[in-house]
């Protein structure tokens, strides 16, 4: 079905790809632009990530592109580098038996591109675009799109017995698009919503992570509830402590899980990395501050990205905080420093003026100091701190 001159051209980021099609038809095989590249084409919602399948071996592959990388070869698939760009090339396979419910045991590959789109998670994504802009849509996938459904590619029970991580993909889709998840394979989902815990906690972090990025994190975080899967998985997952909130930054989406669950050990649970953890802790910090009142001292322990971040935790949470985003950032700017880290003594400076071993008080008298650097007692200069340390001293 030629549907292009309906349609715009081809993106010319895009033309790399189109230039590696060439090479691989006039080699005598097909190949074609698939997945999510296509799914966002149709769309018109910019991707950038092409991913080319065809019907020529991985050998075949190497045999027509001088610059070539194995990156899953086994599996089918070679990194082709064209113009410098590296571009992603499949040949058709179909798959076996799926034992860990994750990858298959084996994968055949074949010549038929039918044979490689129905393995596929859903019909959104099955689709295949031919380099003259021709639809290859053999499971409705656009007529899908059109309704905004997320639908399995045939039998949706099989689709998540061999990966039952799409489960949570169409979750994901459906947070990302604002789409529908299908009534068959919505209960699917919800009839093998248990076996989400033979995933790699690694790999449902990646996805999690994606639903609080999205447009629409209320409505994954509802389906994770309705699907059953939140059954399954580590915390809270409450549809109305969502309403509000939006940001496309995964670390935020973190902290706010955190926050709403109250619970920072989720973020081991999920394998975070350390500097989430160290991301998570100041923002919840900072938030614990402002809802109960903020001193001016305590704008120098946060930085401008980790205050507006638990700002906003207070506006989503609903908190009732008498003051705006616009006076909190002039009350730091207006301090005689703007991090507690350019106080002019550490402790060690503490421990030399005052012959006293390492202990409490050096956070303490560090904290004074600080304060009194921000009401104006003390200009932030060593040897005027180290005077008022020992007025201070001597006084008590």
Same mark, same amino acid.
């Given at each position: 079905m030629k549907e292009w001159s309906q349609r715009k051209m081809i993106p010319k980021q895009w033309q790399n790809a189109i230039d590696v099609i060439n090479h691989i038809e006039q080699a005598g095989f097909e190949a074609f632009i698939v997945g999510g590249a296509v799914r966002d084409y149709y769309l018109k919602k910019e991707n950038n990530d092409v991913d080319i399948t065809t019907s020529a071996l991985p050998e075949e592959i190497q045999a027509i592109f001088p610059h070539t990388i194995d990156v899953g070869i086994a599996h089918g698939t070679v990194l082709v580098l064209h113009q410098e760009e590296p571009i992603e090339v499949t040949t058709y396979r179909t798959e076996s038996t799926y034992t860990d419910h994750r990858r298959p045991d084996a994968v055949h590959f074949v010549r038929d591109l039918a044979e490689d789109l129905k393995r596929r998670d859903f019909t959104m994504n099955a689709m295949a675009l031919s380099r003259t802009g021709?639809?290859?849509?053999?499971?409705? !996938?656009?007529? %899908?799109?059109?309704?905004?459904?997320? =639908?399995?590619?045939?039998n949706a029970e099989e689709r998540f017995t061999e990966d039952a991580l799409r489960m949570l993909r169409a979750v994901r889709f459906a947070a990302q698009l604002n789409f529908k998840i299908e009534e068959q394979t919505f209960?699917?989902?919800?009839?093998?919503?248990? @076996?989400?815990?033979?995933?790699? &906690?690694?790999?449902?972090?990646?996805?999690? @992570?994606?639903?609080?990025m999205s447009p629409f994190p209320a409505q994954g975080i509802q389906y994770m509830q309705e699907s059953q899967l939140a059954k399954y998985l580590a915390g809270d997952f409450d549809e109305a402590a969502w309403q509000l909130f939006q940001s496309d930054n995964r670390q935020v989406g973190w902290a706010?899980? =955190?926050?709403?669950?109250?619970?920072?050990?989720?973020?081991?649970?999920?394998? =975070? @990395?350390?500097?989430?953890?160290?991301?998570?802790?100041?923002?919840? #910090? #900072?938030?614990? =501050?402002?809802?109960? !009142?903020?001193?001016?001292?305590?704008?120098?322990?946060?930085?401008?990205?980790?205050?507006?971040?638990?700002?906003?935790? $207070?506006?989503?949470?609903?908190?009732?905080?008498?003051? $705006?985003?616009?006076?909190?950032?002039?009350?730091?700017?207006?301090?005689?420093?703007?991090? #507690?880290?350019?106080?002019?003594?550490? !402790?060690?400076?503490? &421990?030399?003026? @005052? %012959?006293?071993?390492?202990?409490?008080?050096?956070?303490?008298?560090?904290?004074?100091?600080?304060?009194? *650097? *921000?009401?104006?007692? *003390? *200009?932030?200069?060593?040897?005027?701190?180290?005077?008022?340390? %020992?007025? $201070?001293?001597?006084? !008590?």
């Open positions: 021709e639809f290859i849509d053999l499971y409705d !996938g656009r007529k %899908h799109i059109d309704e905004r459904l997320i =639908c399995a590619v045939g209960a699917a989902i919800q009839k093998q919503a248990a @076996s989400i815990t033979l995933i790699a &906690m690694e790999r449902i972090q990646v996805e999690l @992570s994606k639903i609080f706010y899980f =955190c926050l709403v669950n109250q619970d920072v050990t989720l973020l081991t649970h999920y394998r =975070c @990395s350390n500097k989430d953890k160290q991301f998570v802790k100041q923002v919840l #910090a #900072a938030y614990e =501050c402002l809802v109960k !009142g903020i001193e001016k001292r305590q704008l120098l322990y946060f930085e401008g990205e980790i205050l507006r971040t638990a700002y906003q935790f $207070t506006l989503w949470q609903k908190q009732p905080i008498n003051i $705006t985003w616009e006076q909190l950032q002039q009350q730091k700017l207006a301090l005689p420093i703007q991090s #507690a880290k350019q106080l002019a003594i550490t !402790g060690q400076d503490l &421990m030399a003026w @005052s %012959h006293k071993k390492r202990g409490p008080w050096i956070k303490d008298m560090l904290d004074a100091a600080l304060q009194a *650097v *921000v009401n104006g007692d *003390v *200009v932030n200069d060593k040897q005027q701190i180290k005077e008022w340390f %020992h007025a $201070t001293n001597d006084e !008590g």
